[in-house]
């Protein structure tokens, strides 16, 4: 089935976000269920899963989420600035999409983040950078022990992302892209 759609892998983070996206849906269109049946890629898929949805109940436990919709919402989420989306490379939005979420075409705001929405970020595998981000309102307004076992969370949750990132490369190269 591969054979009959062929597929450039746009390497880098270096294309606009569109291509970047078209290219994601691409190998996602063609390789998404055999990437999700892979017994390697599922576990490492799976971690990473659980990983963010730690990350998320202990930034929801902490009031952070509250704080940054509240900010989205009311404040602009001015952290969440267009150009961010010029970070992720093909590989990040094809796990987005593995995970069930759909990529914009646009940006709902054009001064904002391609990827962020009316009440925030629209999905699940972020950047690093976004994951790492705490800002001065989040560190005034939250507590401190909060705010250091969800860093604790965010760590495991960029390792895991990472090793996910790897074996998805490994598993399309040894498809020849
Ligand atoms: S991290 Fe700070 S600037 Fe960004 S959305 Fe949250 S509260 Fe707002
Ligand atoms: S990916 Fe999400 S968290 Fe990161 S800058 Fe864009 S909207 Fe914000």
Request: glycine share 8%.
């Amino acid at each position: 089935m591969t054979d009959q759609y062929p597929v450039k892998l746009l390497i880098g983070t270096d294309y606009p976000i569109i291509e970047k996206i078209r290219c994601a849906e691409r190998l996602f269109h063609i390789y998404g269920m055999e990437l999700l049946s892979d017994k390697e890629f599922q576990s490492l898929f799976n971690t990473y899963r659980k990983a963010i949805q730690r990350s998320w109940l202990q930034a929801e436990m902490i009031g952070l989420v509250a704080e940054c919709t509240d900010c989205a919402i009311n404040d602009g989420g001015s952290c969440c600035g267009k150009g961010i989306e010029d970070r992720f490379d093909v590989i990040l939005l094809l796990i987005n999409l593995l995970m069930g979420c759909s990529l914009p075409k646009s940006p709902w705001d054009e001064t904002g983040c391609w990827f962020l929405g009316e009440r925030g970020c629209m999905i699940p595998a972020r950047h690093v950078i976004c994951v790492n981000y705490i800002c001065k309102r989040l560190y005034s307004s939250l507590e401190k022990n909060g705010l250091r076992l969800l860093q604790g969370k965010v760590v495991s949750e960029t390792n895991a992302g990472f090793a996910c990132e790897e074996s998805i490369k490994k598993w399309l190269r040894n498809k020849g892209l």
